[in-house]
């Protein structure tokens, strides 16, 4: 739903409609979508957490429950803000939701102690499903006509929201140090800085190796939680994509900055 790039968004201006009214029917089909996902996704937290051996598998409900509380009143907020430029909701979204009760579930396993040991494989799946659905939601977008800036929004956030979880599994399961906590905050830390710097509000042009960084980013992580993969080779996994990522940003930031001393 949207053109990936390393944390910083690229949105087609042809989608950049007016905001509108939201449409009833999309509120009505956003709502229904998060009614059906949130109890699964909290009921799958729990028995993936029970399964783990976590003492208090309510914690890892729990924290699923809060982060799709908090991942939905965003999404509703935004549509009811007129977002969202379209009369149907769509599959690219549905997916896209879908994906980020993958994250929600990901994100409660963080509380079990051992997860990735314990639930190994399984766990790895997950991850993997998830990120899979991150190229559907993108196709079936362009097929159906209902590309948006809305969807594009919702499919980055989710994205960070991704990496940010599955650092924390990687450091969880002694993969890596908390620094590798780190690649989660660059988008953040990026969009707090442009707050100061007017360079970094430059839109950034397309580019097919941000999206080429974005995937492989995400690919490498889910990788990085195999079984298979030890220290001392995860952490050095872990070292190089943080600092590739990194590079990736300083790039575009360079470029923006450059403009912005043409342009003055």
Known sequence: MCTKMTGMTHIPTQTKLAPS????????????????????????????AEFGGAPMPRDAAVATALMLALGGAAMVAALWRGAYPHDRLGWCNVVTATRGAGICILAGLVFVPNALGTLGWALVGLAALTLALDGLD???????GLRSEFGARFDVESDVAFATVLALLAWQADKAGLWFVALGVLRPAYLGASLFWAALRIPL??????????????????????????????TGIAGVLLSVM??????DIRWQ????GRVQ
């Open 257 to 260: 900055f450059q403009q912005h």
């Open 21 to 48: 009214s939201p449409s009833r029917a999309v509120m009505v089909q956003a709502l229904g979508t998060l009614a059906v996902l949130g109890p699964m996704a909290i009921w799958l937290s729990y028995n993936l």
């Open 138 to 144: 993108g196709w079936l977008a362009r097929r159906s």
């Open 205 to 234: 042009p397309d580019a097919y190796w941000r999206k080429c960084m974005a995937a492989m980013q995400m690919i490498v992580q889910v990788a990085l939680l195999a079984p298979i993969v030890v220290p001392p080779l995860s």
């Open 246 to 251: 990194i590079l990736s940003f300083a790039v």
